[in-house]
């Protein structure tokens, strides 16, 4: 039988806050082995029920100070390594472009880990503040621009699949 995202979502939840595969089967109506499927399923995602039942355990004024920290600093270097990229002047605009989009992975990875200790981190904030610095860049060197013109509709499309 073919369940709905949002149940699963809820199961997440609920197991998250410490219910019990038994108690969950008879709240939800779901066999406890179908529990256990996606329990398992999930298990190398950052859906990881037990990763997720141990951090809502924790207080979530210390994760969250510590993931503050840890977002603070890295921004911190990223915003370093971008005006670095920028000033380089032996860079070709493509080298720039891809040494920008190198950077984005690495944020997108760093809001991956994010998301493996606190599900709920407000990934908006980070990534505007991001697009915000990658701008900065663009805006202040016209081969950039010109160059990740060519890119706009594979990041639309990609944005729109992610997020759609």
Not at 9 to 26: C, H, N, P, T, V
């Amino acid at each position: 039988m073919a369940y709905k995202k949002e149940i699963i979502e809820q199961a997440r939840k609920l197991y998250a806050d410490g219910l019990s595969f038994a108690i969950l089967s008879k709240k939800l109506n779901i066999s406890e082995a179908t529990l256990r499927r996606w329990k398992t399923k999930d298990k190398s995602t950052i859906y990881d029920w037990d990763r997720l039942r141990y951090t809502n355990s924790l207080s979530e004024d210390s994760v969250e100070s510590i993931n503050k920290q840890i977002l603070t600093k890295f921004l911190d270097i990223l915003n370093t390594t971008i005006q670095e990229v920028q000033t380089l002047p032996d860079l070709d605009p493509q080298e720039k472009v891809k040494a920008l989009a190198s950077l984005g992975d690495t944020f997108n990875k760093m809001v991956s880990a994010m998301k493996k200790t606190t599900p709920e981190v407000a990934v908006a904030d980070v990534a505007l503040k991001v697009l915000e610095i990658v701008f900065d860049v663009i805006k202040e060197d016209q081969e950039i621009t010109t160059e990740l013109s060519k890119y706009l509709d594979a990041i639309n499309q990609r944005i729109t699949k992610e997020f759609a």
